[in-house]
Nanobody
Framework: VQLQASGGGLAQAGGSLRLSCAAS????????MGWYRQAPGKERELVAT???????NYADSVQGRFTISRNTSKNTVYLQMNSLKPEDTAVYYC?????????WGQGTKVTVSS
């Protein structure tokens, strides 16, 4: 399984960005896909996940500002990020969970200026 993330970049506080993550390879039973992030000097943390059934979960810090969605036919997950804050600055990683296996994308950097 390969994950290709895109959409990161520079945004001003209050602005928006949309991340995409396309999965390819041997995909047959996805448990969930999601986004995690890692800021400099900090541990990687969950941002949002979406299950195969469409249930979503968000970190408290992004609830109401970020929206995770998916296109199941394209095995692609999106993260719409609105009302960005400088503390959202991080490398964002896409994750796919399939059966007992977990796969990570290469990360896409998001920088939010104040």
């Amino acid at each position: 399984v390969q994950l290709q993330a895109s959409g990161g970049g520079l945004a001003q506080a209050g602005g928006s960005l949309r991340l995409s993550c396309a999965a390819s390879g041997s995909i047959f039973r996805i448990n969930f896909m999601g986004w995690y992030r890692q800021a400099p000097g900090k541990e990687r943390e969950l941002v949002a996940t979406i299950t195969s059934g469409g249930s979503t979960n968000y970190a408290d810090s992004v609830q109401g500002r970020f929206t995770i969605s998916r296109n199941t036919s394209k095995n692609t997950v999106y993260l719409q990020m609105n009302s960005l804050k400088p503390e959202d600055t991080a490398v964002y990683y896409c994750k796919l969970s399939q059966l007992r296996h977990h796969f990570w994308g290469q990360g896409t950097k998001v920088t939010v200026s104040s």
